[in-house]
């Protein structure tokens, strides 16, 4: 069964320089929709939302997971934060919002993160941002100067049994993204889709399972001493 788009309000996100909900949000929340079972399987516990915007990513997956997860949701916007707050209340649901550059000040999650959504800033740009809504996405000369600042922490903030979906261009070099980090994480195109002159990818991160290999040990038997020969 379809779970529905969480309800927003359009104006006031429109209002406050917060980023609208576009193609790759949709196609973000497409994504988890058609991971939800697996997602449910891993028992999550706690959620992450790096760059929240309108909060709808988060609050759909709150939804979908039947609220019984914390979900956390970071933006340098407060405006960001404050209509997150109201997408959640419109939903009836829950999200603890930080003021924060990715999640700076939250070393407290790292290790507990069950699942970590990141819709970054991607698009190759050759000046710095000046505003709110270009810091939604202007990413740098590569388009990843945001995310290259993330991924390499992204393996230590992740649970054992921790997922985490970027939001990617093209442009990005999805092969390169794909072999980061390999010996901590398994990387897969969850989704993609072309919309416009964007082709767009959900990247799909899971944490490696690093347990030590059971070692089998042979049964040692102990030599027995020889009797002592009687004279």
Do not use: W
Not at 12 to 22: F, G, K, L, T
Not at 192 to 215: A, Q, W
């Amino acid at each position: 069964m379809s779970i529905p788009t969480p309800q927003y309000r359009l104006q006031a996100i429109r209002a406050h320089d917060v980023y609208e909900p576009a193609e790759d949000t949709f196609l973000l929340i497409d994504a988890i929709e058609k991971d939800i079972k697996e997602i449910r399987s891993r028992q999550p516990k706690l959620v992450l939302e790096i760059g929240c915007g309108s909060g709808v990513v988060s609050t759909f997956v709150n939804q979908a997971l039947g609220g019984n997860v914390t979900s956390v949701a970071t933006d340098l916007n407060p405006h960001a934060l404050d209509v997150t707050l109201e997408t959640a209340k419109l939903n009836d649901i829950k999200i603890d919002v930080v003021r924060t550059d990715l999640f700076a000040g939250l070393e407290n999650l790292v290790g507990k993160v069950d699942v970590l959504l990141f819709n970054p800033p991607y698009v190759p740009t050759e000046e710095e941002p000046k505003s709110n809504i270009e810091l939604t996405y202007a990413g740098g000369r590569t388009g990843r100067s945001t995310l290259d600042r993330l991924l390499p922490r992204v393996p230590e903030l992740l649970s054992p049994r921790g997922v985490f979906y970027l939001v990617a261009l093209h442009s990005n070099d999805i092969p390169s993204l794909l072999k980061e980090h390999a010996e901590q994480m398994t990387a897969s195109v969850s989704m993609e889709r072309r919309c416009g002159i964007e082709h767009l990818y959900i990247l799909k991160f899971v944490k490696n399972d690093v347990s030590p290999p059971k070692i089998s040990i042979p049964d040692v038997v102990t030599p027995t001493a020889p009797l002592a020969e009687s004279e």
